[in-house]
């Protein structure tokens, strides 16, 4: 069923980390139904929740019958204001450990009613996933680490995350502490604290994507651009036959880059085709396995 409005909810709460998880909360309106199925939306790294089409693909989510969670990490170093990076300071620690706490963080948050809506009820009981990046990578790890996520998506995920750094990044880190890479996007230099490489270094068993998808019994869809200039579809392949589960499936879209031909800010009307395909995969295999 196709429900014609939905509410938007904002918020925040404080993580265990004692640092505000920022969230935006997308639901139904619908006079005969009360309980949704609860959806979390993972965005990538240099990413946040307002990136792009990314609270329109929410929108589009709840209007298919989803209750969806979209939220910035607790260091992801965009603060109040939702579209800046303003806060480098947090992202110069934003380890993976941090991340998939922060996702257990909401996902308590939405078992105390913490993160609720006065007029719908979220089930907890079966909770989707979709990440995208570094996200679907988080994402992978968070659907091994949490018993209530009950079905996975991935869009352009990193399969192992400590595959992403340079010899230069890593001479870094070891002689100074940190790195520093660019935001091609704003042109900001950013920090990296060698924190984060030792947490993944250190917790690879746990963090690691292509570790923790050999757990995975739950159904996952895995999708990936052919065109994907940043993470190569063969990072989605190798999760893909990584995954243990009976029910599993990967799509590869023609014509499609890192983010599926979607730039930021998005203005358009209409999702270009790509993304349009993304989205389309993505409903139908969260209305079979969660609603």
Request: charged content about 25%; proline content about 4%.
């Amino acid at each position: 069923m196709i429900y014609n409005s939905v509410s938007k909810k904002s918020g925040s709460f404080q993580a265990q980390n004692s640092l505000p998880i920022y969230y935006d909360l997308y639901v139904p309106v619908s006079t005969t139904r009360t309980m949704f199925p609860v959806v979390l939306f993972i965005h990538g790294f240099k990413g946040f929740k307002d990136w792009g089409a990314f609270p329109d693909a929410c929108e589009d989510l709840a209007r298919s019958g989803f209750a969806v969670i979209a939220f910035n990490h607790s260091r992801n170093g965009v603060g109040e204001n939702m579209l800046e990076f303003d806060e480098p300071e947090l992202f110069e620690k934003q380890t993976l450990s941090g991340d998939l706490e922060d996702i257990g963080d909401v996902i308590k948050a939405v078992e105390s009613k913490e993160i609720s809506h006065p007029k719908i009820n979220l089930n907890t009981d079966k909770i989707g996933i979709i990440g995208h990046s570094r996200g679907g990578h988080t994402a992978v790890a968070a659907a091994a680490e949490y018993s209530n996520i009950t079905c996975l998506v991935t869009w352009s995920a990193v399969a192992d995350y400590s595959k992403r750094w340079s010899d230069k990044m890593v001479s870094d880190w070891n002689k100074k502490g940190f790195t520093e890479i660019e935001n091609a996007r704003t042109g900001q230099i950013f920090k990296i604290d060698v924190s984060v490489y030792n947490d993944a270094i250190e917790n690879a068993d746990r963090v690691i994507a292509i570790k923790r998808v050999r757990e995975l019994h739950i159904p996952a869809l895995f999708i990936a651009g052919k065109d994907d200039e940043a993470v190569p579809h063969s990072d989605s392949e190798s999760l893909y036959r990584a995954c243990p589960s009976e029910e599993k499936e990967i799509r590869l879209i023609d014509n499609a880059g890192h983010t599926f031909e979607v730039s930021h800010p998005f203005e358009e009307d209409d999702f270009p085709e790509p993304f349009s395909e993304v989205m389309n995969f993505t409903e139908s295999w969260l209305l079979e396995y969660i609603d």
